[in-house]
Structure formats: C-alpha cells, structure tokens
T-cell receptor, first 115, second 116 residues
C-alpha cells in the first residue's frame, strides 16, 4: 500500500510570493491534516479536511488555506509568503470515524524556504 | 486542552545502553498517546501507540512504552541502543476536535544521539 505522498519535496520562494503544496493520502483514508514544523515552534496543527470540508483549523493567519478534492487528495496554499513561513510542511492521513483514528500516517514533507 | 512535555531536548547514550526518553502528558480525558520518530529530512513514523487496554505497549524496532496514569507519563524505552536509533523522537497526545476528527499535540521532541 502506497504511503502518503507529498509534492514538491523542496522548494524555494521569495517573500510576497504564494505557494501550493500537494498531498495524496493513503488509499482509503478520508481525513487529511497538515502540520507545520519549525525549529522554534515545533510541530503545529494547521488544518484538517474530511470529505472535502475543512473540519478544524489551527491558529494560523488567513494566508494559510487548503482544500480537499473528491478523491481525498489535498492541497494547501500560503499566500504573501513571509520569511517565517520557512518550514517543513507535513501532511498526514488517517481513516476517519473513531478516536483511534488519532494515529496519523505522515508523508515525508515539503520543505519550503522563503528568501 | 491536552499538552505534552518531553524532558530533555537532547539525550546521548552509548551503543548497547538503555534508551529512556521521557514524556508527560496533560489531558482532561483518557488519553490516546503516541511516539513518533523522525529521521533527517523525513516525515514522522509511528513507533507505538497507547489507546486502551494493556499499559505496556510494544512498538517497532524494539521500542516499548508504559502508560502510567498515576504519573501521567508515557516514557519510551529500548533495552539496547543501536546506531540506527539516532533520530528525533516525538511524544504526542490525540485530541478530539469540536468539528469532529482528531489532531495530535506534540511535545518539543528529543534528539537521540548514539555513540560508539
């Protein structure tokens, strides 16, 4: 069974630009979550999607957005990039339905560098 | 809200020695607890999880953890460290969200170094 696939793995942008990251979950997983990992703040929850709907959102500004498609694939977008947005962005998928679905399966991440 | 505290941002052990990584949690409900490992430039890989039942949980690569409710702890151990265990380890607690679904709240991580 293929794991969670994230693209691109690495990218460099400049301040003010926008970026879109893609995530394909494990087949059969309907919930997709996004996390930001930085040395200073650690792993922080961005948002979670289920059945094309954003169910939950972390404490991030509106520049951070996402969506989920009918095949459960998800994208996240960051607009008007700032230097502080440099991070590893991790996507995770899980079966949805019960609390044990708290077990998340992570992709390898997209490392964004903002210059 | 749930929270996780990992004591020691860096731990160094000799190859063959016991590995002990500490994790304490705060949760208003019975917790679901996880340990993840992250190798350089990679995502997070699940080592083990505690949901209900047996409090001693065995995971991959010889790791295990014991859930102690009285101490609100979920420490990770391995009897004999191997060079390949060098990585960053994260303890996490699962939180049910108001919109449905779950999120993981992570500790700040412990970097494990294994020396010859």
């Amino acid at each position: 069974k293929a794991g969670v696939t994230q693209t691109p793995r690495y990218l460099i942008k400049t301040r003010g630009q926008q970026v879109t990251l893609s995530c394909s979950p494990i087949s059969g997983h309907r919930s997709v979550s996004w996390y930001q990992q930085t040395p200073g703040q650690g792993l922080q929850f961005l948002f979670e999607y289920f059945s094309e709907t954003q169910r939950n959102k972390g404490n991030f500004p509106g520049r951070f957005s996402g969506r989920q498609f009918s095949n459960s694939r998800s994208e996240m977008n960051v607009s008007t990039l700032e230097l502080g947005d440099s991070a590893l962005y991790l996507c995770a998928s899980t079966r949805a339905g019960d609390r044990s679905a708290g077990e998340l399966f992570f992709g390898e991440g997209s490392r964004l560098t903002v210059l | 809200a749930q929270s996780v505290t990992q004591l020691g941002s860096h731990v160094s052990v000799s190859e063959g020695a016991l590995v002990l990584l500490r994790c304490n949690y705060s949760s208003s409900v019975p917790p679901y607890l996880f340990w993840y490992v992250q190798y350089p430039n990679q995502g997070l890989q699940l080592l083990l999880k505690y949901t209900t039942g047996a409090t001693l949980v065995k995971g991959i690569n010889g790791f295990e953890a014991e859930f102690k409710k009285s101490e609100t702890s979920f420490h990770l151990t391995k009897p004999s460290a191997h060079m390949s265990d060098a990585a960053e380890y994260f303890c996490a607690v699962s939180e049910v969200l108001t919109g449905g679904g779950n999120k993981l709240t992570f500790g700040t991580g412990t970097q494990l170094k294994v020396e010859l």
